[in-house]
């Protein structure tokens, strides 16, 4: 607990109020109500600045946490218009495809009986994940490019953190759900409906939501629990962690480094059950003589593999790569990779090219236009 002389504060207050009244700048530098306040890690000079207002008059205000006000600059790539035109575009036609995707899977496996079976339940909440990270991150940047204005507010960038950790967590957690239905399926066949009930489902999909709901209080409240007084400038396209840490001027982080040590875990421990249940699935499959089969499974299950590994990798690139003032291409393209890839992949390789879902499509398709040529 930090001691406080009183009778020096109430000394410093008055002659603040006779500075005032006064309206004399130098009397403010002589002024030590900074030494009364100050605290380690503080910036030289302590928390308290003083300069001239609209008027002319002396103004004090605080080192402290003055993004809690002024918000975060996000990254620009160019200063160029045409170029920011062309970013603007090409994320734009991006979130567009993703978004016309996965409302199409949501669509579907909702509508459609033949798809409402275990794997295709996953993909729905998958969808709905994918959606809220493309959402959460890709519509500001491409607002920022337009208007040529890279600022947030502190909340907006807090709602950020939250939602994107949120959607990442809880994706993980449904990957993982879903190797674990097509070990079932494929290594166990008999025991598949009594094992992935609907009960089952329903756990393994709000076990993933709230794993989601917890990283995203944890990481959220962490990060903003610091001190930033300094740079306002996020070398990213959105608000995530580790950018936040480089412009905190708290020495203290042991809350946010438990937060990433428990991330680490939870994700390893995912990335570690979707492997083994793919070694036992591509273990299974080389026993059937057919080599159709073969290819149909390695066709399938690599894709997927793929993607996991692209998410998890690039994910756990951005968050433990030691911080450095080098040139942040890479953590771009890193966040790129985790954050606006997936959602746009995720459709095609798990759905577009599936017979049964594009069997249901074309069922829509043909019931959409006979009602137009009814009507």
Known sequence: MEKINLSLIVRNMVRVFQIFEDNSLDLLRDCKIKSAFQRPGDPKGGPFRFTKDSTGGPQLYTTRNQTLLRGFLLLRLTDSRALLGLQAALLSLAYLVATLENLTTVLLTVLDYRLHTPMYYFLRHLSYLDLCLISTTVPKSIVNSVTMNNSISFMGCMCQVFLVVLSAGSEVGILTAMSYDRYVAICQPLHYE??????????????????????????????????????????????????????????????????????????????????????????????????????????????????????????????????????????LLCSVFYSAVPPTLNPIIYCLKNRDFQSALSNLLRKARHELMET
């Not at 089952?200 to 007084?229: E, K, N, P, Q, R």
């Not at 740079?231 to 480094?257: G, M, T, W, Y």
């Not at 159709?292 to 390695?298: E, G, V």
């Open 194 to 331: 009594a094992v992935m009930s609907k009960r089952c489902c329903v756990h393994l999909v709000a076990v993933s939501w709230l794993s989601g709901l917890f990283f995203g209080i944890l990481y959220s409240a962490g990060t903003f629990s610091l001190d930033f007084c300094g740079s306002k400038r996020i070398n990213q396209f959105f608000c995530d962690v580790p950018s936040l840490l480089k412009l905190s001027c708290s020495e203290e982080h042991a809350a946010i480094n438990g937060s990433l040590v428990l991330g680490v875990f939870y994700g390893f421990s995912c990335l570690v059950c979707i492997v083994v249940s793919y070694v036992f699935i591509f273990s299974t499959v080389m026993k059937i003589p057919s080599r159709q089969s073969w290819s149909k499974a390695f066709s399938t299950c690599t894709p997927h593999l793929v993607v996991v590994l692209t998410f998890l990798l690039t994910a756990t690139v951005v968050y433990l790569k030691p911080a450095s003032d080098a040139s942040p291409i890479l953590d």
